[in-house]
């Protein structure tokens, strides 16, 4: 097992009494730091930044040197698995993802492939040895990928949406059609992580972006299935689920094989551990605009979230910490974080 200077994360999602909470973010490796925007301004675009083993790496590590979080996330994207399976995406300024080509009908279905982590997402791959050996065991690096309803979503949709329409119309109108292309996701999904894994991540993250679109019968027709089957295909670390939006979810996930549970910030932190049981650890869940607020407040706010989760908690965000955040707030967010344990401890 690998030695590290801080292996708070790994140790709280092993269910051991730690010194203080972990904390990270979402997105903490992105815009809110002018490094990273320093080294985004130099590139075409957030594609080429992805797809730049180096680069990618360094991005990845900086949160942990600037904001002193307890853990790095690899600088990637959740659809690096579409266009792995085929259908290319690309990234357009201040409006997000788009895909020139959307799967429609069963002969579109047909042209996707599972998707090789090594051939077709090395780049990912490369770029995690490199993070691994650049951060020397300072902190654990945490692996990603998005889960198989909101690849989906993206896949038919063609880019983001408010409702999903043309994704979930497809649900209804051709369910078998559906569960073929989340299958071959699932599939493809399974072989990343197990790949990012040997590569040298510590942990992964699933991220049901747009879980909270789905009723929850649909959810557990069209998405427990296949959460299932990555959560019992990875083994080999712990393994967080983060479904946005999806209160219903909760208490699907107490019996998934999975080490964390990820709140948004309009999930009852009571409620949740009383749905998702008192073995899982919960994540989050400040709200990302609390950011925005004085320090006494961002300091009074956190400390009280603290204390409702009490033990075995990550702290995290709701959801990805916003573009135009002050990094000297995250750092305050941060700092309150650290000094909680010791000052309840005096």
């Not at 299932?228 to 080999?236: F, N």
């Not at 603290?306 to 709701?318: E, M, P, R, S, T």
């Not at 309150?336 to 010791?342: D, I, R």
Request: hydrophobic letters at 45%.
């Amino acid at each position: 097992m690998q030695q590290f200077k801080n292996d708070l994360i790994l140790r709280t999602l092993r269910g051991e009494v730690t010194e203080r909470k972990p904390v990270w973010l979402m997105r903490q490796a992105g815009r809110i730091l002018p490094e990273y925007r320093a080294i985004r301004s130099k590139l075409s675009g957030f594609i080429e930044l992805v797809t730049t083993p180096e680069l990618a790496a360094e991005v990845t590590i900086q949160p942990v040197d600037i904001l002193g979080v307890d853990a790095a996330i690899i600088f990637s994207d959740i659809l690096v698995i579409p266009e792995a399976m085929g259908l290319p995406y690309e990234m357009i300024e201040k409006k997000g993802p788009f895909f020139p080509n959307t799967i429609q009908s069963e002969a579109d279905a047909k042209k996707i492939k599972i998707a090789d982590p090594e051939s077709d997402l090395g780049y990912v791959l490369e770029a995690i040895r490199i993070t691994k050996k650049n951060l020397d065991g300072r902190v654990p690096l945490i692996g990603f990928a998005g889960a198989p309803w909101t690849i989906f979503a993206y896949m038919v949709e063609g880019s983001g949406s408010k409702t999903f329409s043309k994704a979930k119309a497809m649900l209804y109108r051709a369910p078998e059609l559906a569960h073929s292309i989340l299958q071959k996701i699932t599939d493809s999904t399974i072989l990343y992580l197990k790949a990012q894994i040997k590569a040298g991540v510590n942990l992964v993250q699933l991220f049901d972006s747009w879980a909270g679109l789905l009723s929850p019968a649909t959810y557990q027709a069209f998405a427990m299935p296949y959460l299932k089957q990555i959560a019992d295909a990875i083994t080999e670390v712990p393994l967080i689920m983060f479904a946005k939006g999806a209160f219903f979810a909760r208490e699907y996930f107490k019996d998934l094989d999975c080490a964390a549970v990820g709140l948004d910030w309009t999930m009852d932190i009571q409620e949740s551990r009383r749905l998702v049981g008192m073995d899982k650890v919960l994540q989050g869940n400040l709200d990302p605009c609390l950011l925005y607020a004085d320090d006494e407040v961002i300091i009074k706010e956190t400390q009280e979230m603290l204390h409702k989760f009490g033990d075995k908690h990550i702290v995290n965000l709701g959801h990805g910490v916003y573009p135009d955040t002050n990094p000297e707030k995250v750092k305050r967010f941060i700092e309150t974080v650290k000094s909680f344990e010791l000052s309840t401890k005096k």
